[in-house]
């Protein structure tokens, strides 16, 4: 049984009721692009917005899609060594051969870090600068120390699903990009790579 009094339960099913048209009509309005509210309606409803943001209200459809993904994108890898040669790494493979399988979705630990360090090519990334020098110290394991390693991104978008339903395919053409030279001979790897041969050796 309700505590709500019987004689009250009309007024509150109409104050809910209310509060939640008002929520729905702040949450709409606050959306609905100004130009299409005319010049004092729209004056009111920025008005409204800074008022509620005062109170960290802040409603936007991108809640549900944040930062949805429009392409897949890969790093390639080239390692560089003193006497000329060149030698693609693991990540080059995946991105030659990971298009459509796998690959693109079933993320490991390290693909999630890849991913990451992929964010921003034409801007400074610390997951990136340290991804890197992580490849330098993996490839010390195995062989010679790189001197530089190169990586590029190759991106693929996706086709707009019209287009795809008419016959094409679902990813657009590669293109790619020079991102940053790696050097693997600074003082910050040297002492990784020496402190991973100790860790080792342990």
Not at 91 to 98: D, L, N, P, S, V
Not at 134 to 144: F, H, I, Y
Request: with cysteine; proline share 5%; glycine share 8%.
């Amino acid at each position: 049984m309700s505590a709500v009094p019987l004689r009250q339960r009309g007024p509150v099913r109409v104050l809910r009721a209310l509060s939640v048209l008002v929520l729905g009509v702040v949450i709409i309005g606050l959306n609905i692009p100004r130009k299409h509210l005319g010049e004092e309606l729209g004056h009111a409803v920025s008005f409204l917005a800074g008022r509620l943001r005062q109170v960290s209200f802040v409603q936007s459809w991108k809640m549900y899609a944040p930062n949805p993904q429009r392409a897949q994108v890969y790093m390639n890898l080239t390692a560089h060594y003193d006497d000329g040669s060149e030698r693609a790494l693991f990540e080059t493979k995946q991105e030659r051969y990971g298009w459509g399988t796998n690959y693109a979705w079933n993320k490991t630990r390290e693909d999630i870090w890849r991913h990451y360090a992929n964010f921003n090519p034409k801007r400074n990334n610390e997951n990136r600068t340290w991804y890197l020098r992580g490849v330098c110290v993996r490839e010390a394991r195995t062989g010679p120390v790189p001197a530089k390693i190169v990586m590029h991104q190759v991106k693929r978008g996706f086709v707009s699903p019209a287009k795809v339903a008419r016959g094409a395919p679902g990813l657009g053409k590669p293109r790619r990009g020079l991102v940053t030279v790696a050097y693997c001979r600074v003082k910050k790897v040297r002492e990784m790579i020496e402190a991973d041969k100790a860790r080792r050796a342990g």
